[in-house]
């Protein structure tokens, strides 16, 4: 629930009701659905006391009965469930969505900061264990590793006279040797990997293509000590809202769900409608 309502659901389960009382059409094309609120008791900062109670209603929800049937809802709970490797990665997902709301808590630029630290963090960490997971996806990342070292090793070669004797021993020395991928590699494989939902919610527009190197210079910076402010701007808030958008595709991808349902989800849920109109306005500002 707190990944589908885009925050901290930090309250604790008090009822759940069915309430008809807003219908107000007979011909509803939702007429024959049980619309149900759920009702919480918030009590995470307030040392446990009661102050308020608040419903959420699921249209709210980026996944729900509302948006799926039940089949493909129940699919989600189990690959949620299921997907143990990845849950640490959710949680760094659902602190970005953490503002503190109706407490008196104040996000300061240090936590904003880290929080995008953590963005990137989780889509590095997902793109090393999506790859270790999946012997498809690790093939096809290991190949094009090989093909695009082949190529250059051929040009590298070139540059060098055909009976000299250090042609051969360089082609004898270079070899591909197993690495750790780069910040930059994993960004790239994720966004090749999430390139049709990412068009089609920008409307064609590559928005992405410069996100790896954008996330290499600020996570070096953040990482190693080399800003002179906290405050970072604009151009970190456009990373923070990228990043959060890219790792939520990541997760869903993580749930199994496909393409066009996650295009359809992100569509329809608001939060993510300002996210994209942020991205795109204030890469266009840049510009």
């Keep these: 629930m707190e990944f589908s309502f ?48 608040d419903g959420m209603h699921q249209n709210n929800m980026l996944f729900s009965k509302w948006q799926l049937d039940k089949d493909s809802l129940n699919s989600i709970i189990i690959e949620w469930y299921k997907s143990n490797n990845f849950n640490h990665i959710y949680d760094m997902y659902l602190d970005s969505h953490n503002w503190f709301e109706g407490t008196d808590a104040v996000l300061s630029n240090v936590m904003y900061n880290n929080r995008c630290l953590n963005l990137i963090q989780g889509l590095e960490d997902y793109h090393r264990r999506q790859i270790e997971c999946s012997k498809k996806e690790k093939s096809e990342y290991d190949s094009k590793r090989v093909l695009e070292f082949n190529q250059n090793k051929k040009e590298a070669l070139k540059l060098v006279n055909d009976n000299s004797k250090i042609k051969k021993w360089l082609n004898d020395t270079l070899n591909l040797k197993p690495k750790e991928s780069s910040l930059k590699e994993r960004l790239l494989w994720l966004i090749e990997k999430s390139n049709p939902i990412l068009l089609e919610l920008f409307k064609g527009e590559d928005q992405f293509s410069i996100f790896p190197n954008f996330a290499k210079e600020y996570r070096d910076m953040l990482s190693h000590g080399n800003q002179e402010n906290t405050f970072l701007g604009n151009d970190f808030d456009r990373l923070f809202l990228m990043s959060q958008l890219l790792l939520t595709i990541c997760i869903l991808k993580s749930l199994k769900i496909d393409d066009s349902s996650i295009t359809k989800l992100i569509k329809h849920k608001t939060d993510f409608k300002r996210t994209i109109y942020e991205i795109r306005i204030k890469g266009h500002n840049k510009g």
Excluded: C, M, P, W
């Excluded at 069915?18 to 007429?31: E, L, P």
């Design 6 to 53: 885009g925050q901290r659901v930090n309250f604790q389960l008090i009822s759940a009701v069915v309430n008809n009382r807003n219908r107000t059409h007979s011909d509803d094309q939702f007429a024959d659905e049980i619309s149900t609120l759920i009702y919480f008791d918030n009590f995470s900062y307030v040392n446990n006391q009661d102050v308020y109670k």
